[in-house]
């Protein structure tokens, strides 16, 4: 399983492989020490139960989406439709448009899921069974609140 484990100091991400992981780290932006507690189940990518930054057991799943990608097959989409649109082929034009926007649809349907830990925002990705639920804003504002005073961030 690859981890995502976020800096409770300064929200960086700090890639990690679970089944080598060492007790600790030290954050690569503001130096912190992040004590990991990898479980079993992390460890063997068989669930994801207890969040090895924050100990948290609470998660949610979301595609595994980055915008970037699906908006730079819109742009290039948009500028080539753009230069038949210029010389008239409007129909051309338009299916090219048509055509960006549905392999953007077919990319983000392929996405695999990635477990994200609702207090630290750890991110968990690997073949094991997705059992979180989706995405609650109550619970994260709940659960967010609550880490931040324990960290001290408010
Ligand atoms: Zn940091
Ligand atoms: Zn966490």
């Given at each position: 399983m690859q981890v995502v484990a976020r800096c409770p100091?300064?929200?960086?991400?700090?890639?990690?492989s679970a089944a080598d992981a060492p007790e600790s780290i030290a954050c690569g932006r503001c130096g912190h020490e992040i004590v990991l507690a990898f479980s079993d189940a992390l460890r063997g990518d068989s669930r994801v139960d207890t969040c090895p930054v924050c100990a948290g057991r609470d998660f949610y799943v979301r595609k595994d989406f980055d915008p970037k990608v699906g908006?730079?097959?819109?742009?290039?989409g948009a500028l080539i439709s753009g230069i038949f649109y210029w010389f008239g082929e409007d129909l051309i034009a338009y299916g090219i448009l048509g055509g960006a926007a549905l392999i953007d649809l077919i990319v983000y349907g392929r996405l695999g899921d990635?477990?994200?830990?609702?207090r630290c925002h750890?991110?968990?990705?690997?073949?094991y069974q997705r059992t979180a639920p989706h995405f609650d804003l109550h619970t994260a504002d709940v659960l967010e609140m609550e880490y931040e005073r324990r960290i001290g961030r408010r």
């Open positions: 100091k300064c929200d960086a991400g700090l890639p990690v908006l730079t097959v819109v742009v290039i990635v477990t994200v830990c609702y750890s991110e968990f990705r690997g073949k």
